[in-house]
């Protein structure tokens, strides 16, 4: 098993998740007293497995039609573009 992958994986995506707006719905439906909070944490990981497993399955099939560099430029490329428009938004706040 490559460990340095599965780490970085790891890494990326628990630093992502922190405090994104599935998160917030999490702690939401967890403060809400008339739900059990391990059928939130169940629920809430079955939709984070499902929606990783959707990714992972997009990835693969778009990496076979699309050079893997072209992709890491546009994702890249991509997230400039989104943390401008918040650095230029939270400017104009």
């Given at each position: 098993m490559d460990f340095k992958a599965l780490l970085a994986v790891f890494a990326t995506i628990f630093m992502a998740e922190l405090g994104d707006k599935?998160?917030?719905?999490?702690?939401?439906f967890a403060a809400n007293a008339k739900h059990n909070p391990w059928l939130i944490f169940a629920a809430s990981s079955a939709?984070?497995?499902c929606a990783a497993g959707l990714?992972?399955?997009?990835?693969?099939?778009?990496?076979?039609?699309v050079d893997t560099r072209i992709l890491s430029l546009v994702a890249g490329a991509g997230f400039i573009v989104i943390g401008a428009w918040?650095?230029?938004t939270a400017l104009r706040a």
């Open positions: 599935t998160q917030l719905a999490t702690v939401l939709a984070l497995v990714g992972v399955l997009a990835g693969g099939w778009v990496s076979r039609h918040t650095v230029i």
